[in-house]
Structures are given as C-alpha cells and as structure tokens.
C-alpha cells in the first residue's frame, strides 16, 4: 500500500474481530513505530503489549470507574455519560492494546510517542488491521493502580495507548475541518 493510501484510509476502528494478531504480527508493528523520528535520537519510548482478555477488561473496568469518579479530563458531557454506560468497554473488545510509554519530563517524549503511534497505526492499515487511539484509559493508567496493572514503572508515562485488531467492520468517515494556514509569503 503507498503511504498516501494508508494515511488516507486509516480512521479509528471501534468493532474488532475477536481473533487477535499474532506476537510475529505485533513485533512487526513495533519495528514500524520505532522508526519513528525522536529528539537526538534518543528513543526514550517503550512499548507493552496487553493481550490478556480478563486484564483488558479489568483495565477497561477500572478506567470508567475513575474517569466518572474523579472526572480528571474536560470532557463532552456526553463522553461521560458514555463512559457510565455498563455495556461501554474503552478498548471496543480489541484484542489488543499496546501502551507506548515514555521517562517522565523527558523533553519531547509525547511527541515521540505520537508519532511512534502515527506509525504504528498507518502500519497497521497498510496490513490490513485496525487501530484506535484509547485516549479515555490514559487518566487511569497513570495511576499507581494503573501502574501495577501494566507494570509501568513510577518514572514513565502512559502517552500513547492504541487498541489494535482485525476491523469487523469499516468505520464511517469522519470529515475534517479546512486546515486554517496562514501564507507568510
Ligand atoms: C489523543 C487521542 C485520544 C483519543 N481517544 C479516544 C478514545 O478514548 N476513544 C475513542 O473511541 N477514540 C479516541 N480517539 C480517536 C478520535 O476520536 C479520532 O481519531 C477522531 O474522531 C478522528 O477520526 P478518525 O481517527 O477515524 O479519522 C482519540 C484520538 C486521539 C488522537
């Protein structure tokens, strides 16, 4: 696939497939992530793959129960009410979620995380999967019981967490705004 065609065609997936990738499948998602420009170079991401069904649920569990309880984010009203909802899983029953993390303060690590992400999710169209960012677990993860969930150390960040499957379905698209540029010329 030409890298325009994945950058087009990439859009956040919400209904997976339960069938998983395989380690070979994620590890080669990974190599495309790390690909990625960092500041010097220094590559301060790591990754941690959760494919572990009870703990996807249990994570997802957790982080509606502490975004409504502690409403850490300014949110739509509406993302609440969702995030309330007993039916509402934040991972959409992926089988996967791979959490790139960073050093605490080190400059520029969510950037690098960003664009680890943006990586990882074009690659993953370009093989035929599908990916989400899961901004709504992030409050949680950051948390000392989020930690010890996904064995992130006190010094590291979670900054980019993506849901990752086989889509079940394609998602509608999603339009965008004119980019507003300014011509300095
Ligand atoms: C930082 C960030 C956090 C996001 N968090 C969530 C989330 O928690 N749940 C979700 O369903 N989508 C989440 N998304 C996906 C966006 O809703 C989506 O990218 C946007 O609506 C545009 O749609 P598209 O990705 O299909 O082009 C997040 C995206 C980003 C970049």
């Not at 664009?115 to 993860?141: D, K, R, Y």
Request: charged share 20%; with cysteine.
């Amino acid at each position: 696939m030409e890298t325009e065609d994945a950058i087009r065609t990439r859009q956040s997936i919400r209904d997976f497939a339960a069938d998983g990738l395989s380690r070979k499948e994620i590890e080669g998602l990974i190599d495309l992530a790390i690909a990625a420009p960092s500041a010097a170079n220094r590559q301060f991401w790591s990754f941690c793959v959760v494919t572990n069904r009870g703990l996807l649920d249990q994570i997802s569990e957790a982080a509606k129960a502490y975004m409504t309880r502690c409403r850490p984010l300014d949110l739509p009203e509406q993302l609440y009410e969702k995030l309330a909802d007993p039916e509402f899983h934040v991972f959409y029953r992926a089988p996967a979620l791979i959490i790139i993390s960073a050093r605490k303060n080190a400059p520029w690590a969510a950037e690098e995380c960003a664009l680890a992400a943006e990586n990882l999710m074009l690659g993953a169209v370009a093989q035929g999967f599908g990916s989400c960012w899961i901004g709504l677990c992030q409050p949680f993860l950051g948390t000392s019981e989020g930690r010890a969930l996904i064995g992130l150390g006190d010094d590291e960040a979670p900054l980019a967490p993506i849901a990752i499957g086989r889509p079940a379905s394609p998602a509608a698209p999603v339009p965008r705004k004119p980019a507003q540029i300014r011509w300095l010329s």
